[in-house]
């Protein structure tokens, strides 16, 4: 597909009803660990998401048969059966178009006792090694897990056997907890993995495998054994949990453009690290009795204050959604501190919301946010998938009409944004991208 951008013309209050897809973070990693099964199983709410075909096709490369179809809301559904997979090897080049392709290390190590896969890829926002995996690996008893063993941009692991280990992750990482935990459900014996992450996505992936005949206790909690099983038989049927990013995201949406809207099909204690901050700004937010929607607006009358925000692990403020919380606090009044705490770097859009309009200083991992009257339409670029929902909040609050180059980064994680954005009643559409100049002043 050639290049397309995000055309949108700001100033339309959002209202109505929006439903949420199934979560991108979780159904990477249920993807994977599918591979690993002796039978066949099926996906539902999976999302129509580019990151979900990317993780499919490197599925069917492998030799797993999988088909799809169409279901309600768009999303899709999936018929799995791995059991024609006939290679280890996961080399091509689209393994680098994702960060998530590295947990068919952990699932093809499982399955076969062998495992080579390119370095994964995604979003660059800052170092992302995955020494973690590869030193959990090496504990679990495989080879080829040194930094010196990697050739060519290659890992290749082997076990003979893959053994249950008792592992510390130096850092809380969801993908090394996800990564080790595949290995771990079919090694022998039993692996505790303690400092885990706790990610809603984690247990998702637990309760997956779980379903598939695993033996996995404790996701959610810092500490999961997994006591390894020899044969999971699946043939079952399992729903991906909804994306508590996207809820995240249009709940912003629709605080930044003075809207009301409902966003049903999510989880609100999900959502309670982002509901609480916005409540503290001065907006409403309601949970519905039927606790799988959330509806957004400001009283008549209240005014809405910048605050301080300090990203964490779950059950923290997800770094998923700092980049649009930025921009909730450019519409408050006020100075606000946003402190980024997991990832380096992930202020690189902030250029991009300045010629909009913004007042942003950066030092470090500290952003000050200083409130503004609305954004300004302008050409910017999505330099990361999150970066640029954040992009696209701030045009439907904007003044004018706002190009986003560079939209495929968008939807890596968004289904069905633009419709969706539309039934709400804002006014956007893809459209050839225009010429832009990175370098031209804000």
Not at 134 to 150: S, T
Not at 301 to 317: A, C, L, R
Not at 425 to 436: L, Q
Request: with cysteine; hydrophobic share 40%; charged share 20%.
């Amino acid at each position: 597909m050639s290049p397309y951008s995000y055309k949108i013309t700001g100033g339309n209050r959002l209202k109505g009803d929006i439903s949420i897809s199934g979560s991108k973070n979780a159904v990477l990693g249920v993807l994977a660990a599918a591979m690993m099964i002796d039978g066949k199983c099926t996906l539902e709410n999976v999302p129509d998401i580019s990151d979900v075909h990317v993780m499919i096709d490197l599925c069917r490369s492998l030799g797993a048969l999988i088909t799809s179809e169409a279901a309600a809301e768009g999303s899709l559904t999936l018929e799995i059966d791995p059991r024609g997979i006939n290679t280890y090897k996961a080399t091509g080049a689209s393994v680098s178009k994702i960060r998530a392709s590295y947990y068919l290390l952990g699932a093809l190590l499982a399955r076969g006792g062998k495992a080579s896969l390119r370095m994964p890829g995604g979003c660059n926002f800052g170092q992302r090694p995955i020494d973690l995996h590869l030193k959990a690996f090496a504990a679990m008893g495989a080879r080829g897990a040194r930094p010196e063993d990697i050739e060519g941009g290659i890992i290749t692991l082997a076990a003979d056997p893959l053994h249950g280990a008792r592992i510390f992750l130096d850092i809380v990482s969801v993908g090394a907890t996800i990564n080790v935990m595949l290995a771990a459900t079919k090694a022998q014996g039993m692996t505790i993995i303690t400092n885990a992450a706790k990610e809603p996505h984690i247990v998702d992936v637990a309760n997956f495998l779980n379903a598939m005949g695993a033996k996995i206790k404790g996701a959610g909690t810092d500490t999961i054994r997994i006591t390894g099983v020899p044969v999971l038989p699946g043939n079952f049927s399992y729903s991906i949990i909804p994306d508590q990013i996207e809820a995240g995201t249009y709940m912003i949406a629709a605080a930044v453009t003075d809207g009301d809207v409902t966003i049903h099909n999510l989880i609100p204690t999900h959502m309670e690290p982002l509901s609480s901050k916005m409540r503290e700004m001065g907006y409403t937010v309601e949970e519905n009795e039927d606790n799988d929607s959330i509806r957004v607006y400001r009283e008549e009358g209240s005014e809405i204050w910048g605050t301080n925000i300090k990203t964490s692990p779950y059950p923290g403020f997800p770094t998923d959604l700092q980049p649009q919380a930025v921009v909730l606090l450019c519409m408050a009044k006020g100075v606000s501190k946003m402190h980024e705490n997991v990832w380096q770097n992930r202020f690189q859009y902030i250029p991009e919301l300045t010629r909009m309009g913004a007042s942003i200083n950066v030092f470090d991992r500290i952003a000050l946010v200083n409130g503004i009257e609305r954004f300004k339409g302008a050409t910017v670029m999505a330099t990361d998938l999150r970066a640029g929902a954040a992009l696209v909040c701030a045009a439907l609050a904007a003044e004018g009409t706002t190009y986003i180059t560079n939209a495929k980064k968008i939807d890596r994680g968004y289904e069905n944004i633009v419709q969706k954005l539309q039934s709400l009643g804002a006014e956007i559409e893809r459209c050839e991208s225009p010429e832009f100049d990175p370098d031209a002043e804000a």
